[in-house]
């Protein structure tokens, strides 16, 4: 009897390990040269095209410890979890499409790319130190991290720019200009080395995703939303991950009572007991070498007696297929982020879909600088995020809703959705594929995915 249960047991975790078996995720060491050697790729061979591009042909990124400016964030080395003391960051560009020198104006180097440029025992004054490298290269245009439309390219404090303005000698304030296109072009653009591990990184959320979405982690009529969502940050945590928000788990229902598909996305759904012929959404995102993800998913409680997820809620789900595909055929090399939004809810209405857009770009930080393609609180334009222009080697959440009318519930469901993807310039990748299937909970026998 013990032999038999012992097999029994082996079948289940063998079975268990092939279906959730965790990725490879790499030590801390290993992350931090990942990370260091792609940033002296991008210091090395993109930044002087995106300088060059912008007309700035010096670049000054000034942080204080613990105030730290975005895309400073974005420069640091990995064993830098923050500035310290004043850190100031050169970078200048002597001619276009050149090499660009780089400089740290503080009391250390700062990675392998930024050497110290600043000795405090002949120059007590940090401030003179940098005007001193200034006024020695002479640029035509002093970029500066202030901004109106992006608060990730507007990281420059009123008071660093005060003392910066102060000790800037007179015939170059003239030349100080806003880095915010930079900035952004900067956040935005993906190297082939990202890309390389991108879609590994979505693989590793899709599994977690997954996952927490199946009799692995649910009960009926036992396991709230709340577990779930506290399961996922307890995962992210084993698999030595880190999170960018806390995930959500919210559940529509046949009760005519409740009418989850007009939830204001303002307000948190309380948690509730998880049943059969329960319809569930997931928003999840995991962040994995200064990289982001941001996933939402659907799955569905089968009833005794269901084998599969009901056909008239897969068929509305594929209203959400729909949507992703009209706006990823809008991504056109330099058209503004409204302009893709206008034109895809013009085939919406043509089609009779109702629904939203609120897609964002997706990279170094969860909800990244880049063109916005629509809010949820707002499906017209968006003045200033919203009319930067799409790059090629960008990345975007592809988020949305469709909202579809189930007649055997008598009410609207709506199918919410949200993939990472990839812009290569002619069209929209997704990094690992998107959700064709409600999961089904639990998985029919021999269930190998979406």
């Known amino acids: 009897m013990i032999k038999k249960i012992l097999s029994l047991l082996l079948i289940v975790i063998g079975a268990q390990s092939i279906y959730a078996q965790d990725f490879a995720v790499l030590t801390q060491r290993e992350q931090a040269q990942v990370i260091d050697s792609w940033l ?23 942080s204080r410890e613990y105030n730290e400016d975005p895309v400073i964030r974005k420069l640091l080395p990995a064993t830098w979890m923050a500035a310290r003391r004043r850190t100031i960051l050169v970078m200048y560009q002597p001619a276009p499409n050149g090499p660009v020198e780089t400089y740290a104006v503080a009391r250390y180097d700062v990675g392998k790319a930024f050497k110290r440029a600043w000795d405090p025992e002949s120059q007590p004054d940090q401030w003179e130190a940098l005007m001193d490298l200034i006024k020695e290269k002479n640029p035509k245009a002093i970029g500066l991290n202030y901004a109106k439309d992006y608060g990730h390219a507007d990281g420059l404090t009123m008071n660093e720019y005060q003392i910066f303005h102060e000790y800037l000698p007179e015939n170059l304030k003239s030349k100080i200009v806003s880095a915010q296109t ?7 653009t993906r190297t082939p080395a990202e890309m390389a591990t991108y879609r590994h990184i979505q693989e590793i959320a899709h599994q977690i995703v997954q996952q927490g979405l199946s009799e692995q982690v649910i009960t009926p009529g036992v396991t709230t939303t709340d577990d779930v969502v506290w399961w996922y940050r307890e995962k992210i945590k084993s ?15 046949p009760d005519p009572a ?20 329960d319809l569930l959404h997931i928003d999840f995102g995991i962040t994995y070498l200064r990289l982001n993800t941001d996933t939402q998913e659907m799955a569905y409680v089968l009833k005794l007696g269901e084998t599969e997820v009901p056909e008239y809620l897969q068929k509305a789900f594929e209203q959400g297929n729909r949507v992703q595909d009209l706006l990823t055929q809008n991504y056109v090399s330099g058209r503004t982020g409204n302009e893709i939004l206008r034109e895809t809810r013009k085939q919406m209405d043509a089609e009779g879909i109702k629904g939203s857009i609120y897609t964002h770009p997706l990279g170094y930080y969860g909800h990244s600088a880049g063109p916005t393609i629509g809010m949820w609180d707002n499906q017209g334009d968006t003045p200033g995020a919203g009319d930067f222009p799409l790059h090629a080697n960008t ?18 469901v709506r199918i919410m959705l949200e993939e990472g993807a990839f812009f290569d310039g002619d069209k929209v990748n997704y990094y690992n594929g998107r959700q064709k299937k409600i999961l089904a909970i639990p998985r029919p026998t021999g269930y190998l995915g979406n």
């Open 239 to 253: 698999m030595k991950l880190d999170t960018w928000f806390h995930p959500s788990v919210d559940i529509q229902r």
């Open 182 to 188: 930079l900035a952004v072009r900067w956040l935005e």
């Open 40 to 62: 002296d790729d991008r210091i090395t061979n993109l930044l002087p095209e995106l300088m060059t591009e912008t007309g700035i042909d010096m670049w000054v990124v000034i």
């Open 258 to 277: 409740s009418q989850d598909a007009n939830r204001s996305f303002a307000s948190t759904p309380a948690s509730q007991v998880i049943m059969p012929g």
């Open 395 to 412: 990345g975007y959440a592809i988020e949305l809703n469709a909202v579809v009318f189930v007649k055997e519930w008598n009410k609207e």
